[in-house]
């Protein structure tokens, strides 16, 4: 591999990049080509060099990966898990409830307030999710029966 900017050649970063997807996965494949483009652009900017190595070069592809789901005899076992007339058990069991239902992230559920953005009677959430967007996701009578216990127990709870 040469050793000064005005030597590499888009061959030394394309061996560079598939030397990055023999080991890794594509993602990380991908951001270090992103972080390769922004450097090389730097460069012409910057004047070092006249053209960028990766002019025209296309990013490696990154196959759509589902994430992983629970089948229902888990969430049976995590809801059965967390049953009980407890505190710790009503508010484990609202919770579970809402994740379940609404699919939402875990630091959008940690950052309710019970009185702004919880709504039992209409049951809906009100949730910041990423990027400060705001919406409202419905919840089952489920969860809504959960929460309303978990809400019952927590006023008396010290």
Known sequence: MPRQVSAIRR??????????????TAATALNRY?????????????????????????PPK????????????EL????????GTTFEQRRDT????VLIDT???????ANLTMADD????AGTLTV????RRVRAVPLGSKAIRSLARYVRARAQHP
Not at 11 to 24: K, N, P
Not at 66 to 72: C, E, F, G, K, Y
Request: proline share 8%.
């Open 62 to 73: 990154v196959p759509e990966a589902p994430p992983p789901v629970l089948t229902n005899d």
């Open 118 to 121: 919880v709504d039992l009677d």
């Open 94 to 97: 609202a919770l579970l409830r």
């Open 103 to 109: 699919g939402a992230r875990v630091s959008e559920i």
């Open 34 to 58: 992103q972080c390769l483009r922004q450097f090389w652009n730097f460069l012409v900017e910057d004047g070092e060099i006249p053209e960028s190595p990766m002019a025209r070069m296309r």
């Open 76 to 83: 049976r076992a995590l809801l059965k898990a967390a049953e």
């Open 11 to 24: 061959e030394h970063v394309e061996a560079y990049v598939e030397s990055i997807l023999a080991r890794w």
């Open 128 to 131: 910041v999710g990423k990027g």
